[in-house]
């Protein structure tokens, strides 16, 4: 099992901010993989949905 770190907190709050995960790799200069992956494995340590897709945007 995976534990939570920071940087993923860091991340949903920047997608949050932004509402894409596109925009928020850009400004945490990462993939956007990595910042879907490192959300997935927040959910899934955390066993809740934390962001609802909504088209191209994350709300």
């Known amino acids: 099992?995976?534990?939570?770190?920071l940087e993923q907190w860091a991340l949903l709050e920047k997608v949050v901010e932004l509402g894409s995960f596109a925009r928020a790799a850009e400004e945490t200069n990462r993939s956007q993989s990595s910042v879907s992956y490192n959300l997935?494995?927040?959910q899934e340590r955390l066993?809740?949905?934390l962001l609802a897709p909504s088209g191209r945007r994350a709300c």
Do not use: N
């Not at 099992?1 to 770190?5: A, F, G, L, S, V």
């Open 1 to 5: 099992m995976h534990k939570t770190t």
């Open 40 to 42: 997935a494995l927040l």
């Open 47 to 49: 066993g809740v949905a």
